[in-house]
């Protein structure tokens, strides 16, 4: 397999390198992304050292048409996994327009890029949050209609919205995944786990949004990328597929449990202003994927808590490193305004 993945200095996209290397070691992968304030390239230096050739870095934007189309025609690429995105719903509420810019226009020449040069395969990785909020009860089907309610969840509604269109129009094989939310080694610490053992381990103040009461469906990171791995070789094209961690949990049991693993009591919660347009609840109904694809989350919420704790505390340096100035700033001003 030839394949190019954008994004793939991010969160998601540095655990997906890991675990195909190790699953597919015959693989050829090209890494496309931008390294903006999300995107680390030292995540991925034993993984270059390890690959040798069959492993490249190419710093570059999903919107540039002319570096996308010389990349297809220099490596021919058998399917492209877009990963890349502007990913934090409170900076899309903050400054929308580079969601827009990279989740929508970035998305689309990537589409595009691939229809010209007849790529087999395109998965796009979509988000639950596409779909918006429910109430107490109930769950997202892959055929609930979309509802996005922030600047975020609306940029990659609106590629998903594309990625259909391009199949219906133009018969192009894309495959869309739509996952709850992730953790796990790796996630930048302006997400709420991360950030919350960050702040626990400081003994600062911990910032639960509203109540603390709206409910995430929690996948374990290489979860999600087993279902992005099983919709790129088996998807069916066209298809849209949910992908949850069955673990579906109100904010404030899961700021409990980092206090918890990190020795800390419930002192240090503090009840904020709420997120504007907060979704209440999320809840993946994936029977699609698992009698499509053999889909099945199989990290616990307990197991890949303790694992995930456990690479954030072996690893401060990278916590460290990757909280450079413009991601202090934005977390200032954002956080002042919630106190
Ligand atoms: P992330 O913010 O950690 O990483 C995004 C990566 O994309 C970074 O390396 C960044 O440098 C790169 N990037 C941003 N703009 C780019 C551009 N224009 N061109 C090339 N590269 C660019 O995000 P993540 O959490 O790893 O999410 C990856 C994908 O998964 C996103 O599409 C996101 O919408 C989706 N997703 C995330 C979650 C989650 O819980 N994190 C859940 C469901 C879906
Ligand atoms: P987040 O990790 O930003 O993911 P998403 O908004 O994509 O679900 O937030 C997860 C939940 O945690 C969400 O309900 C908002 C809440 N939250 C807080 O209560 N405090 C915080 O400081 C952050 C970042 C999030």
């Not at 192009?172 to 995944?177: E, F, G, L, N, S």
Request: charged share 20%.
């Amino acid at each position: 397999m030839r394949l190019l993945i954008t994004g793939g200095c991010g969160f998601i996209g540095t655990n997906f390198l890991y675990l195909m290397r190790q699953r597919h070691p015959d693989w050829f992968i090209v890494n496309m992304d931008k390294l903006t304030y999300a995107g680390n390239l030292g995540n991925l230096r034993s993984l270059e050292a390890e690959a040798g050739g069959s492993y490249t870095f190419v710093h570059g934007d999903i919107g540039d048409r002319e570096l996308v189309t010389g990349l297809i025609a220099r490596h021919a690429f058998d399917a492209i996994v877009n990963f890349a995105a502007e990913s934090h719903v409170d900076r899309s509420i903050d400054d929308p327009a580079p969601f827009v810019v990279t989740n929508v226009l970035g998305a689309q020449n990537i589409l595009d890029c691939a229809r010209r040069a007849g790529i087999k395969r395109v998965v796009h990785v979509s988000t639950d949050e596409v779909y918006g909020t429910l109430g107490p009860e109930g769950q997202f089907h892959e055929t609930t209609p979309l509802a996005p309610n922030s600047p975020y969840s609306a940029s990659k509604a609106g590629a998903d919205m594309l990625a259909r269109a391009y199949h219906e129009t133009y018969g192009q094989d894309i495959v869309i995944t739509r996952c709850s939310n992730n953790y796990g080694p790796y996630q930048f610490p302006e997400k709420l786990i991360p950030l919350m053992f960050t702040k626990a381990t400081r003994g600062e103040p911990l910032p639960v949004y509203g109540d603390g009461m709206n409910v995430r469906d929690w996948i374990y990171v290489d979860d999600h990328c087993l279902g992005v791995e099983l919709a790129l070789l088996k998807g069916r094209a066209g298809a849209v597929y949910n992908f949850g961690g069955a673990a579906e949990m109100p904010n404030i049991e899961v700021v409990r449990t980092i206090l918890r693993l990190t020795g800390r009591d419930d002192s240090l919660i503090r009840y904020v202003t709420d997120r504007p347009g907060h979704d209440r609840r999320y809840a993946m109904n994936f029977e699609l994927a698992a009698k499509e694809l053999g889909f099945a989350p199989s990290v616990t919420f307990a197991q890949g808590m303790e694992r995930t704790i456990g690479w954030y505390k072996a690893n401060a340096a990278w916590l460290a490193e990757v909280q450079s100035g413009a991601y202090l700033a934005f977390m200032d001003t954002w956080y002042k305004e919630r106190a």
